[in-house]
């Protein structure tokens, strides 16, 4: 399965390159200095250009920057976006230190900002999956499980996971057929 409809909004799977979307809003798995980084964070700026950073040091200079598991907002750059979402998700700790919590969090707080800030589209990388080793077959699940739920009660249309490889796609695809099921019995569609 790579798509859920729920209450007529997408969650949709993707592989590919996150800051080649045409979305409203890329969500960024940050660090919470929001200093930029490697993989999918030094991958948005990259792309996005200086001006990201630039605003990244101005939340950084006023609140210190991101913890783990909340979310801010900035331009998007030179990216087709309107804005980048910068949550710092969790480091995995062996999942007795609110990691769980923590990661959902992360994501419905990404949500809420895009919300607040108008966007109706939104893509997503895997939080926390790469260097921060959050096993990706349980970060899947919470991942398409708190998003599933900020679908029924947010006015954003579509969210979009967007993949790098065809093996993290594999494991996405699995854990939204474990989602899905349960929409389905309540009245959502999966095709």
């Known amino acids: 399965m790579r798509e859920l409809i729920i209450d007529q909004k997408s969650l949709r799977l993707k592989q590919g390159d996150i800051t080649r979307e045409e979305v409203d809003a890329i969500v960024n798995a940050a660090n919470p200095r929001l200093a930029g980084g490697g993989g999918v964070d030094g991958a948005i700026h ?3 250009g200086p001006r990201i950073m ?3 040091d101005a939340i950084r200079s006023r609140q210190g920057g991101c913890p783990t598991g909340q979310a801010v907002i900035t331009t998007a750059g ?3 976006a309107k804005f980048v979402i910068h949550t710092a998700g969790p480091v995995w700790r062996g999942g007795q230190n609110e990691e769980c919590r923590l990661l959902s969090e992360s ?3 990404s949500m809420k900002l895009a919300e607040g800030n108008g966007c109706r589209s939104v893509a997503f990388p895997s939080i926390s999956t790469g260097v ?3 096993p990706i077959k349980q970060a899947a699940l919470i991942a398409l499980g708190t998003l599933a739920r900020e679908l029924t009660r947010r006015s954003i249309r579509e969210v979009r996971f967007i993949l790098f490889s065809p093996a993290d796609l594999r494991v996405y ?4 057929s ?3 099921t349960e929409y ?3 009245g959502g569609a999966a095709s």
Do not use: P, V
Request: glycine share 8%; proline share 0%; charged share 25%.
């Open 173 to 176: 695809e699995e854990a939204l």
């Open 46 to 48: 990259r792309a996005g």
């Open 184 to 186: 389905q019995t309540n």
């Open 107 to 109: 994501y419905s707080n």
């Open 178 to 180: 474990e989602i899905g």
């Open 132 to 134: 921060y080793n959050f």
């Open 54 to 56: 630039a605003e990244c």
């Open 78 to 80: 030179n990216l087709r």
